[in-house]
């Protein structure tokens, strides 16, 4: 907040006015910057946690080997040189480097947007929850996205209880496909994921603006790393 020294005696009231109106809109703003940071921090705790970043110093000092005659001189400085190789283009192979930079963390997705991580090859599960062993035992009043019709979780419920209170197994087989089958893509399931920097690059690309809030929060998660220039290039630089 700016601060000015004024001479009340000098000044007039509709100065006054004014300023009263610029300080209590300087306050506002204030407000409305805390209170976005607030949300965003909130969306990505609900997304990623237990985070763990590997091999990002010995991987600045790897990258400087192709242009090393000495590599026992090697530093893990970065430099402009090695920063502007993480930042290239990708698909040119300059950002090769990064691929050392291994990122572990939970990640908790929808079943929709689970379907579209799917397609990144170094994005690896370590181990996840499981719909095919447990879906009758959650507690489906928290394991839906906020979008998810109500209607659709309560059906869920009928389900779930219709399941547990059968007696005949082979009916129960049935009833258990049933489930399996009329869960919707709110459904939320957390998974143990590894990747790295370079795969954390072409995500952030091609998920910034994506449609889905869990994709946004994921983008933003990913600003928050170590040095996350890296990945997402000096227009977005922390």
């Not at 790897?62 to 402009?80: C, E, I, Q, R």
């Amino acid at each position: 907040m700016d601060f000015v020294q004024i001479n009340l005696k000098e000044t007039k009231k509709t100065d006054v006015f004014v300023l009263i109106f610029y300080l209590e809109w300087k306050v506002d703003m204030l407000g409305l910057v805390v209170a976005a940071y607030i949300l965003r921090r909130k969306n990505i705790l609900e997304v990623t946690s237990n985070v763990q970043v590997y091999g990002l110093e010995e991987s600045i000092r790897g990258a400087k080997l192709p242009m090393s005659t000495a590599p026992d001189t090697l530093t893990t400085t970065l430099t402009k040189g090695i920063k502007a190789l993480a930042q290239s283009e990708g698909g040119a192979g300059h950002d090769q480097w990064l691929t050392g930079v291994v990122v572990q963390f939970d990640l908790t997705f929808s079943v929709k947007a689970w379907t579209e991580a799917e397609r990144y090859h170094f994005l690896d599960f370590i181990s996840s929850q499981s719909t095919m062993h447990r879906i009758a035992k959650f507690n489906l009043d928290k394991a839906y996205m906020e979008y998810t019709d109500p209607r659709i979780v309560e059906i869920m419920k009928e389900k779930v209880k219709e399941y547990n209170e059968e007696t005949d197994e082979e009916k129960k087989k049935i009833l258990y496909l049933n489930l399996l089958y009329s869960n919707p893509c709110g459904f939320k399931l957390t998974a143990r994921m590894t990747t790295n920097y370079r795969q954390l690059k072409t995500i952030y690309r091609q998920r910034r603006t994506h449609r889905l809030p869990e994709w946004q929060a994921f983008c933003d998660w990913i600003e928050t790393l170590p040095h996350s220039e890296l990945i997402i290039g000096e227009k977005f630089e922390n």
